[in-house]
């Protein structure tokens, strides 16, 4: 190989690397502000659409159901700091809290459905709405909760920020679930 070839070939191999650069340098701004909208982005935009998602259930979550009034003490201590040391463990341990209260919430009912044991997660909401426990806003926040739980249990890495947002909002809707039973 020849000097002429070598730097024709080096010049080929580094053309997409440059222009990507150069491209970066002009429009660093852009990529800044689009950076600080995105927290965390693994293999592709689920991280980001997870804390995106939370964010739109914070939104959505009515004032009938407190974040702040919801019961405080030393479960609800717990489920923060588990948010802080272990976000995965905490999400999944609030969303196990949630389902329990929804159960128990039931039990209190007669159902012709069978005992709330017997029924699946995905028409818990179905029969607290008959009950009147809860209202169509907190059904969505059920299974938009119950979704998320899903993507956490299989293999995805919230932040701890996450995880707080996320132990908040089911954490509001059980104690809106306790107050009804």
Do not use: C
Not at 44 to 58: M, N, V
Not at 101 to 107: H, Q
Not at 118 to 140: H, K, N, W, Y
Request: charged share 30%.
């Amino acid at each position: 190989m020849d000097w002429l070839t070598f730097i024709s070939s080096l010049v080929r191999s580094l053309a997409w690397p440059v222009f990507a650069l150069i491209l970066a340098l002009l429009f660093r701004d852009q990529i800044l502000q689009f950076g600080s909208f995105i927290k965390k982005l693994r293999a592709g935009p689920i991280e980001a659409e997870f804390e995106h998602d939370l964010e739109q259930l914070r939104s959505l979550s009515p004032g009938r159901v407190d974040v702040v009034s919801a019961r405080a003490g030393e479960a609800e201590t717990f489920l923060t700091e588990l948010a802080e040391r272990h976000p995965r463990t905490a999400i999944l341990e609030a969303w196990t809290r949630l389902e329990r209260a929804a159960r128990t919430s039931l039990s209190s009912q007669e159902s012709e459905d069978g005992s709330p044991g017997e029924v699946s997660a995905v028409r818990l909401p179905e029969l607290l709405v008959r009950a009147g426990l809860i209202d169509q806003p907190q059904v969505t926040l059920y299974h938009e909760l119950r979704r998320l739980r899903r993507e956490v249990a299989r293999d995805l890495d919230p932040t701890n920020e996450a995880a707080r947002i996320y132990v908040e909002l089911s954490r509001a809707l059980q104690s809106q679930l306790d107050r009804g039973a």
